[in-house]
């Protein structure tokens, strides 16, 4: 096998851990609030020019800024359920589709206003390893690593606390938590408020990677829902491994051909897959 | 006839004589918007065909994209009129829909998933169209062959031909409409976007009936594109397909409103007036003000406003005559 090729794909499988991370965001959120954020993407957007202005422009240390950007998100996240979710939580969901898309324009448009359309780094350069010849990111396996970390950390948050129980609870079913004196208001908000962190997390990680810009949402957006549907809406677990096959296609597509015809395998493959199980991968 | 019917004929051939004197009278600027709003609401009428059964496609980016690059390609490289291109457009549209449609609808993908897989096919033409950069230009788009003015060209510098082929294309749109309005088949298409299980048991052909409005729907998506190509001349990936064009498209029709003939026309009008009336009252300095307050108006009128503006009014208007109920109308 080419040493090139395994480089390819060691590099997808590290995308991987990020784009699992985003994918584990909304699937909680579809889970239990039910609910698809079309905007998911553009949550990190947010959370990527936070980033970029509280390091590169203010001074703030980097650790300090991911912090606040994850914080800020958060936040982002809990104010989109509240100002714009939970009117519409009993309208068709198509109806929530679109609002979340409404949002997508406003938050990819705010940027534009704000921001312009330059593409800015927050000039990290962190070195490329040399693992036996082949060259990996150092950043893509930080990335990795916390990405795989933060998943852990969000799987015993779900397990071991009494929210994660509400949670798990409401995911498995909506009408009986209600009458087990569990308030669903408040879980949605601390969900939302989950996954808003997790896009700031995912925002960190990928701010270390690539440029932001009011676009970049474009980017990962139709990925991520394509990795989710192909685990099966709301199936987290799904949801973890869809994304390592999804970044290995894009990995391996981009080393025979080029990055966009890549993602044109992959968006393929997820249509086919569709279907072949409509339900989802992982779904019996 | 009574009276409102033949009010409503009086009020459609005023209209309809004001629509065909108007290149006369207006300047170039608001022809140049008059024909973007037709085009626009020709595809946004095409996408109403099956948005208001419920089959919410955020796919027909796609249609557009094959219909606006297919006519444009060919004349430009092989010199192929758009008389036979736009054809082929078409057909490769209907094409794709079948090839996407069918098992779509045999495998019962529908809901979130449905328009999740649409938003993929979207994607995989915008990337295609990229990815072909050798003779698209990639992202920096490209411009067609010009000849002048040339019927076989299908290129008119003088904008009232376009605004004249614009015009009826949108009123044959409106009619298609219509056809399926009053047919036997929107009446089979409401079960079917109700309960399809259901449908099927009072002996609906499900399948048939969706492949037959996804193909038309399709097809004059495509025909729109194309004739956006033919009038814009260039063309930009990004603004004929993908994720953002399927959005505007889902979002003018229902905003507009998609369960009366006029409303994805009125979205149409509204969007374009509203995109162009803040572009010139903000000035160029500050771009993305535009669509950052389009963005909230959407917002506010998927949650204050869910059948759009025309059914809105219609609610509002006092029912003379009691209608024959319209069941599953309201689902928005």
Redesign the interface.
Same mark, same amino acid.
């Given at each position: 096998m080419d040493i090139y090729l395994i480089e390819a794909m060691i590099n997808g499988i590290l995308l991987g851990g990020v784009l699992a991370l985003l994918a584990l965001g909304l699937n909680l959120i579809f889970g239990v609030v039910d609910v698809v954020w079309i905007s998911y993407a553009d949550i990190v957007m947010c959370g990527m020019y936070g980033i970029y202005f509280l390091y590169a422009q203010f001074g703030l240390p980097l650790p300090l800024a991911c912090l606040i950007g994850i914080a800020g998100s958060a936040c982002l996240g809990a104010l989109v359920h509240k100002l714009i979710i939970s009117p519409v939580l009993d309208s068709p969901p198509l109806n929530q589709l679109l609002a979340t898309g409404g949002l997508l324009f406003f938050l990819q448009s705010f940027a534009t206003l704000l921001f312009g359309t330059d593409f800015r780094n927050i000039g990290v350069r962190l070195p490329v390893l040399e693992i036996a010849t082949m060259y990996v990111s150092f950043a893509r396996l930080i990335a990795f690593g916390v990405a795989l970390v933060g998943a852990v950390v969000l799987y015993f948050f779900l397990k071991k606390t009494y929210t994660g129980a509400a949670i798990r609870a409401i995911a498995q079913d909506r009408e009986i938590v209600g009458l087990m004196g569990i308030d669903q208001r408040r879980v949605y908000l601390v969900v939302s408020a989950i996954g808003g962190a997790l896009a700031g997390l995912a925002a960190c990680l990928l701010a270390l990677q690539y440029d932001v810009h009011p676009f970049i949402g474009n980017t990962f957006g139709p990925v991520i829902f394509m990795i989710c549907v192909l685990g099966g809406l709301g199936n987290m677990l799904g949801g973890f491994f869809a994304s390592f096959i999804i970044s290995l296609i894009i990995a391996i597509g981009g080393y025979y051909s080029s990055t966009e015809l890549s993602y044109v395998f992959a968006f393929s493959f997820f249509i086919v897959l569709m279907f072949i199980r409509p339900r989802g991968l992982f779904t019996p | 006839m009574n009276y409102a019917t033949s009010m409503m004929r009086i009020l459609m051939l005023v209209g309809a004589a004001i629509l065909v004197a108007l290149p006369a009278f207006v300047p170039a600027y608001f022809l140049h918007l008059l024909i973007q709003i037709l085009i626009w609401a020709f595809i946004y009428t095409a996408w109403s065909l099956m948005g208001r059964f419920?089959f919410?496609s955020f796919g027909h980016g796609a249609f557009m994209g094959l219909g606006a690059y297919i006519p444009a390609l060919l004349w430009t490289f092989w010199d192929v009129t758009p008389w036979i291109g736009i054809p082929i457009a078409v057909a490769a549209a209907i094409l794709l829909a079948v090839i996407?449609g069918y098992?779509?609808f045999?495998?019962?993908?529908v =809901?979130?998933?449905f328009?999740?897989?649409t938003?993929?096919?979207s994607?995989?033409v915008l990337?295609?169209l990229?990815?072909a950069r050798d003779i698209t230009g990639g992202s920096l788009g490209f411009t067609q062959k010009t000849v002048g003015h040339s019927w076989y060209a299908l290129q008119f510098p003088e904008k009232s031909y376009f605004y004249f082929i614009a015009l009826l294309l949108w009123l044959a749109g409106l009619l298609v409409w219509q056809r399926i309005d009053r047919g036997i088949s929107r009446e089979a298409l409401e079960a079917i976007g109700e309960d399809e299980d259901a449908a099927a048991a009072v002996g609906i052909d499900v399948m048939y009936q969706k492949m037959r409005v996804t193909i038309i729907s399709a097809a004059l998506t495509a025909l729109g594109g194309a004739i956006y190509g033919q009038y814009f001349m260039y063309l930009n990936p990004e603004t004929v397909s =993908?994720?953002?064009v399927s959005?505007q498209i889902?979002?003018a029709a229902?905003a507009g409103g998609v369960y009366s003939m006029f409303g994805p026309s009125v979205g149409a009008l509204l969007t374009l007036a509203l995109t162009e009336g803040l572009r010139v009252w903000f000035g160029t300095e500050?771009?993305?003000?535009?669509?950052?307050i389009? =963005?909230?108006?959407?917002?506010l009128?998927?949650?204050f406003l869910?059948q759009g503006v025309v059914g809105a009014l219609q609610r509002m208007k006092p029912k003379r005559t009691p209608q024959p109920a319209k069941p599953a109308a309201v689902?928005?």
């Open positions: - | 419920g919410v996407v098992p779509c045999a495998r019962r993908v =809901g979130h998933y328009a999740l897989v938003l993929a096919l994607q995989v990337l295609s990229t990815a =993908g994720i953002t959005l889902v979002f229902i500050f771009i993305g003000a535009a669509n950052t389009y =963005g909230i108006l959407l917002v009128c998927v949650i869910p689902k928005p």
